[in-house]
């Protein structure tokens, strides 16, 4: 049997139609994984955060560096990502069967105290992006790498009961006859197949809208923007939530090109909660240390395990 190869994975990456299921993710995650421990690509801990690391691949793949990775989050035996990637989808079945009150039930507990749900979702995205660091076209790449991540979210509200499927709306500007706006909704969610009736103006009220992002780096303005719209267009006010992979990137520090900046817009988040308005909610699957330490950002912005277990369900309880 035929070798794997990066240049394998790269193709699958690039394929529209490889990402249907769950275990599609974690196929190609287990596979990443293997083929590091073959490959061995240098393993860089960035000097600035130690928690942070990156592979270096070798002269094949024109030595290019992957993406930082939070090693309290990633996986990095395949023989792990197995284990945790099996005990997230039979929470993932308990939570479809028991909706909220599946976190009461038998050892939830535990597990939810361990976060595995972080570090299984941060894991199978992050080998996917590691995959996409390694092609020559870092724009392409960038793109797909989005895109599957829209994808895995969609899947795992799926898996857990919910519809949720993207949604292209073009919306009647009041006052401007025959003009419309387009709008391309990474996600809308709800517990229930509804009919999107003309009262209902595109959006039913019993569904939530998801931005669904890598990084908020560029994109956090929008999210904000799209909810004050949408509200303003639609006459009434329209749930809007995002969710955001992680907000670092690599950063030269002092002579190293391993440091870590964060992406994150502290002042600007705040700025558009006063200013336009507030979102539904705000989740990453590896949230920056100042979204603990401030107050007034921890009360808006959780894990994306909060996010699964908790405020999912109240959010679509239309």
């Not at 857990?160 to 990474?186: A, Q």
Request: aromatic residues 10%; proline residues 4%; hydrophobic residues 35%.
């Amino acid at each position: 049997m035929k070798e794997v190869t990066l240049a394998d994975l790269q193709e699958s990456v690039q394929d529209k139609s490889a990402f249907g299921t769950l275990d599609d993710y974690l196929k190609i995650g287990r596979t990443f994984l293997a083929l590091v421990e073959k490959m061995r690509p240098t393993r860089i801990v960035s000097p600035s955060h130690r928690n942070y690391i990156f592979y270096q691949y070798a002269e094949d793949y024109g030595h290019k560096i992957t993406r930082p990775l939070n090693i309290d989050l990633f996986i990095e035996s395949p023989a792990d990502l197995k284990s945790v990637f099996e005990r997230f989808v039979v929470f993932l079945a308990d939570l479809k069967q028991y909706q909220e009150a599946a976190v009461g039930r038998g050892s939830s507990g535990r597990y939810l105290e361990s976060k595995e749900i972080n570090r299984v979702v941060y894991t199978v995205q992050q080998a996917l992006g590691c995959i996409g660091d390694s092609l020559d076209n870092p724009n392409q790449s960038r793109k797909r790498v989005g895109q599957l991540f829209e994808t895995l979210v969609k899947l795992i509200i799926q898996e857990v009961g919910l519809e949720c499927e993207p949604r292209t709306i073009n919306i009647p500007i009041p006052g401007y006859p025959g003009y419309k706006m387009s709008y391309e909704l990474d996600l809308v969610f709800s517990r229930n197949k509804v009919i999107i009736a003309s009262e209902t103006n595109f959006i039913h009220t019993s569904e939530v809208v998801g931005s669904v992002k890598t990084t908020s780096k560029d994109r956090i303005d929008k999210v904000f923007l799209d909810k004050y719209l949408l509200t303003k267009l639609l006459g009434r006010d329209i749930p809007v939530i995002a969710i955001f992979l992680h907000d670092v990137k690599r950063a030269r520090r002092g002579r190293s090109i391993f440091g870590i900046n964060s992406t994150f817009k502290s002042n600007h988040f705040l700025g558009y909660t006063v200013a336009l308005n507030r979102l539904d909610g705000v989740y990453y699957v590896d949230p920056r240390p100042e979204m603990k330490a401030n107050e007034r950002l921890h009360e808006q912005i959780h894990d994306f395990q909060q996010f699964l277990v908790k405020d999912l369900w109240s959010l679509s309880h239309g």
